[in-house]
């Protein structure tokens, strides 16, 4: 099964500034990987699909790049309303996984 | 726009089996696979599995010989039975539309005596 590293765990930044997140597969998954979004008694909800392109409604601020092995979701300047936990899930290889998350806090 | 609502018991007996149903709205089952996730504190997020309208299934192999999932097209319902639990099968469990575009709420399965 392809194993999904994401980092850093936690990420402390403040409203306005620029997040970086990672996510690192064990074998390339080419661009099968999606990003989502998680708060709190909430389901994840898909930002970014087929690595670089965002769902519909979702915001220009969220971007993400990589294929391959390494990905990167960018969310250019930060908004109080997003800061909550990011996954990553790769649907390259069945089972399809996801990453342990990356937590984005207020600093 | 497609919504999704998970419905079933809350507390399931150890060893006993699990059972969930999604309700599909705004939208039908067919021509989609559907499928179920599940995330508790210790494993994360895991794909269970998924379910074409026609009834063919793909289910993770850690949970294959527990796993079974089922298709109701005339009240755009899937569901989930999960044989054997135990204490590890304690989660919330979602639905989803295939891939993840979608998603229900989720609900809280607890496994206990």
């Known amino acids: 099964e392809i194993v999904l590293t994401q980092s850093p765990a936690t990420l402390s930044l403040s409203p306005g500034e620029r997040a970086t997140l990672s996510c690192r597969a064990s074998?390339?998954?080419?661009?099968?990987l999606a990003w989502y979004q998680q708060k709190p008694g909430q389901a994840p909800k898909v930002l970014i699909y087929d690595a670089s392109n965002r769902a519909t409604g979702i915001p220009a601020r969220f971007s993400g790049s990589g294929s391959g092995t390494d990905f990167t979701l960018t969310i250019s300047s930060l908004e109080p309303e997003d800061f909550a936990v990011y996954y990553c899930?790769?649907?390259?290889?069945?089972?399809?996984?996801f990453g342990q998350g990356t937590k984005v806090e207020i600093k | 726009q497609v919504q999704l609502q998970e419905s079933g018991p809350g507390l399931v007996k150890p060893s006993e089996t699990l059972s969930l149903t999604c309700t599909v709205s705004g939208g039908s089952i067919s021509p989609n696979y559907w499928s179920w996730i599940r995330q508790t504190p210790g494993k994360g997020l895991e794909w269970i599995g998924y379910i074409y309208y026609s009834g063919s299934t793909n289910y993770n192999p850690s949970l294959k010989s527990r796993v079974t999932m089922s298709v109701d097209t005339s009240k755009n319902q899937f569901s989930l039975r999960l044989t054997s639990v135990t204490a590890a099968d304690t989660a919330v469990y979602y639905c989803?539309?295939?891939?993840?575009?979608?998603w229900g709420q989720g609900i809280l399965v607890s496994v206990s005596s």
């Open positions: 074998q390339s998954v080419n661009t099968h």
């Open positions: 989803a539309r295939f891939w993840g575009d979608f």
């Open positions: 899930r790769q649907r390259s290889d069945w089972p399809w996984t």
